[in-house]
């Protein structure tokens, strides 16, 4: 095969996958997104399959070490997708995003050691700065990504009793001195690796990039786990393309850009729904307040009803707008919450869902519920776009959110304040399912719940909303 075809092979791929960004901008177009994602990826391995059969000087072996990764990669990916349940889908993710890291710093090891294979040299002569520096960057971002990856996953879970797994901040003093410290330490061995070759400066940068990637992450609370997926996205591809470059490699290039600035943006866009700093996400600084806020809170009297209360005041509505959170993830509650969608709407009641950012775990994590239980997406609202229309609602319905509902972003002096929030507390009357009291990620009591016209109902959400259901006249 000339590398003609396979320039012409690996630009049509990148084709693909600009087009599979373009198509997962849009839930109507996600589906193409998909596909045109899936096709890229096909192209790009294939084609790097083909390239290692004529390069390789035991074509059969080398064949079959690549035909042995696709098929344990490639079998264990579909296991995963076809199994995963949707309030594990944020793991999953920082699962890949580590797998990215981790193959970006096996291939930089492999590089160092064997140059040559890799055609970045001839045998004998040594790595041109050029490319020690790239394979410097390459393989400290893929650890980084890696070991903060790990840390994200154990947050995400909330299943581990290990300390640096649980969703509280892990802060101590001194501590964004010491990643100072880290830092210029693993930019100073990677220069000196840049300039002399030298192997132990390499691993040396290597082990620390390893610690600084649990160490950016640990002080991050789980209310900020959203920003924190997209961020660590960012990190694998910029990391890909570093490795790209070492390798000369044009689709690793065009594909980790792609994913490195898609996931920057995706993170500033994150960071506005929160109202926090960038660069204080980037360098692992945010998060401590909040996980601090409210502690000792004192126990107060709520009004609280049932599924049939909640069924009554809906089915004499006429606007309602649906607030979907984790609660309703963990539950499993969508498909319920569509067949009550579906019920009120044959009563003449207008339906609407209302998405924030940052619900859930993962950025879009509600629109991919919604998605799953078919809710048409002429109902689904943007935050911007519906938050004008809680205060003419009869109803607002919040199922199992917490914090991006809170009233307390308005206060000033409040670790939220000035993080935009659904506006669920305009509307007429509230009514808002949860398993018990308990305060949501950002460790802050929410003032929507204490409100006159505000109606709790404790339970699990599928099956208050399906009592609900049945309930409706």
């Given at each position: 095969m000339s590398m003609n075809i396979v320039t012409l092979l690996y630009l049509a791929a990148s084709v693909c996958f600009i087009q599979s960004l373009?198509?997962?901008?849009?839930?109507?177009?996600?589906?193409?997104?998909?596909?045109?994602?899936?096709?890229?990826?096909?192209?790009?391995?294939?084609?790097?399959?083909?390239?290692?059969?004529?390069?390789?000087?035991?074509?059969?072996?080398?064949?079959?070490?690549?035909?042995?990764?696709?098929?344990?990669?490639?079998?264990?990916?579909?296991?995963?997708?076809?199994?995963?349940?949707?309030?594990?889908?944020?793991?999953?993710?920082?699962?890949?995003?580590?797998?990215?890291?981790?193959?970006?710093?096996?291939?930089?090891?492999?590089?160092?050691?064997?140059?040559?294979?890799?055609?970045?040299?001839?045998?004998?002569?040594?790595i041109p700065m050029g490319n020690r520096l790239e394979l410097f960057l390459g393989a400290a971002i893929g650890a980084i990504t890696f070991s903060?990856?790990?840390?994200?996953?154990?947050?995400?879970?909330?299943?581990?009793?290990?300390?640096?797994?649980?969703?509280?901040?892990?802060?101590?003093?001194?501590?964004?001195?010491?990643?100072?410290?880290?830092?210029?330490?693993?930019?100073?061995?990677?220069?000196?690796?840049?300039?002399?070759?030298?192997?132990?400066?390499?691993?040396?940068?290597?082990?620390?990039?390893?610690?600084?990637?649990?160490?950016?992450?640990?002080?991050?609370?789980?209310?900020?786990?959203?920003?924190?997926?997209?961020?660590?996205?960012?990190?694998?591809?910029?990391?890909?393309?570093?490795?790209?470059?070492?390798?000369?490699?044009?689709?690793?290039?065009?594909?980790?850009?792609?994913?490195?600035?898609?996931?920057?943006?995706?993170?500033?866009?994150?960071?506005?729904?929160?109202?926090?700093?960038?660069?204080?996400?980037?360098?692992?600084?945010?998060?401590?307040?909040?996980?601090?806020?409210?502690?000792?809170?004192?126990?107060?009297?709520?009004?609280?009803?049932?599924?049939?209360?909640?069924?009554?005041?809906?089915?004499?509505?006429?606007?309602?707008?649906?607030?979907?959170?984790?609660?309703?993830?963990?539950?499993?509650?969508?498909?319920?919450?569509?067949?009550?969608?579906?019920?009120?709407?044959?009563?003449?009641?207008?339906?609407?869902?209302?998405?924030?950012?940052v619900a859930g775990r993962m950025p879009g994590h509600m629109n991919v519920l919604l998605a799953e239980a078919e809710v048409p997406y002429d109902?689904?609202?943007?935050?911007?776009?519906?938050?004008?229309?809680?205060?003419?609602?009869?109803?607002?319905?919040?199922?199992?959110?917490?914090?991006?509902?809170?009233?307390?972003?308005?206060?000033?002096?409040?670790?939220?304040?000035?993080?935009?929030?659904?506006?669920?507390?305009?509307?007429?009357?509230?009514?808002?399912?949860?398993?018990?009291?308990?305060?949501?990620?950002?460790?802050?009591?929410?003032?929507?719940?204490?409100?006159?016209?505000?109606?709790?109902?404790?339970?699990?959400?599928?099956?208050?909303?399906?009592?609900?259901?049945?309930?409706?006249?």
């Amino acid at each position: 095969m000339s590398m003609n075809i396979v320039t012409l092979l690996y630009l049509a791929a990148s084709v693909c996958f600009i087009q599979s960004l373009k198509g997962l901008s849009h839930p109507t177009t996600s589906i193409r997104g998909n596909i045109f994602g899936m096709a890229g990826m096909a192209i790009a391995a294939l084609t790097t399959a083909a390239l290692i059969v004529e390069i390789s000087s035991d074509a059969g072996r080398g064949m079959g070490w690549v035909l042995l990764g696709l098929v344990a990669g490639g079998g264990y990916g579909a296991w995963r997708a076809k199994t995963v349940e949707m309030t594990k889908m944020p793991e999953l993710v920082a699962f890949f995003h580590s797998m990215i890291g981790l193959a970006a710093v096996f291939i930089a090891v492999a590089a160092v050691a064997e140059p040559q294979a890799f055609g970045i040299v001839r045998a004998g002569e040594p790595i041109p700065m050029g490319n020690r520096l790239e394979l410097f960057l390459g393989a400290a971002i893929g650890a980084i990504t890696f070991s903060g990856s790990v840390i994200a996953f154990g947050k995400l879970s909330g299943t581990y009793k290990f300390r640096l797994f649980q969703g509280a901040p892990v802060v101590f003093a001194g501590q964004h001195l010491l990643n100072l410290a880290l830092g210029l330490l693993t930019l100073g061995l990677g220069l000196a690796f840049m300039v002399t070759g030298n192997w132990t400066a390499f691993f040396a940068m290597l082990a620390l990039s390893f610690v600084m990637g649990v160490l950016i992450i640990i002080p991050i609370g789980g209310a900020d786990m959203p920003v924190v997926v997209s961020m660590l996205n960012s990190y694998s591809g910029w990391a890909a393309a570093g490795i790209g470059f070492s390798l000369n490699n044009a689709m690793l290039i065009i594909a980790g850009s792609l994913v490195g600035s898609s996931g920057a943006i995706l993170s500033y866009i994150m960071c506005k729904a929160m109202n926090r700093s960038f660069f204080n996400v980037i360098l692992g600084g945010f998060g401590q307040e909040g996980a601090q806020a409210t502690q000792g809170a004192v126990q107060r009297n709520v009004r609280s009803g049932s599924a049939d209360d909640a069924a009554f005041i809906l089915s004499n509505a006429e606007t309602v707008v649906i607030v979907p959170g984790y609660g309703l993830a963990v539950a499993r509650a969508q498909h319920a919450v569509k067949e009550l969608a579906e019920k009120l709407t044959h009563k003449g009641v207008t339906v609407k869902y209302a998405i924030h950012p940052v619900a859930g775990r993962m950025p879009g994590h509600m629109n991919v519920l919604l998605a799953e239980a078919e809710v048409p997406y002429d109902q689904v609202f943007e935050m911007e776009d519906i938050n004008a229309e809680f205060g003419q609602a009869d109803v607002a319905v919040i199922l199992g959110a917490n914090d991006v509902v809170n009233p307390a972003a308005l206060q000033k002096g409040s670790p939220i304040y000035g993080m935009p929030i659904l506006e669920a507390y305009k509307a007429k009357t509230v009514i808002v399912n949860k398993r018990s009291m308990a305060a949501g990620y950002a460790g802050l009591d929410n003032e929507l719940f204490y409100m006159d016209k505000t109606m709790m109902v404790f339970g699990d959400a599928k099956k208050v909303v399906e009592d609900a259901v049945k309930a409706v006249e």
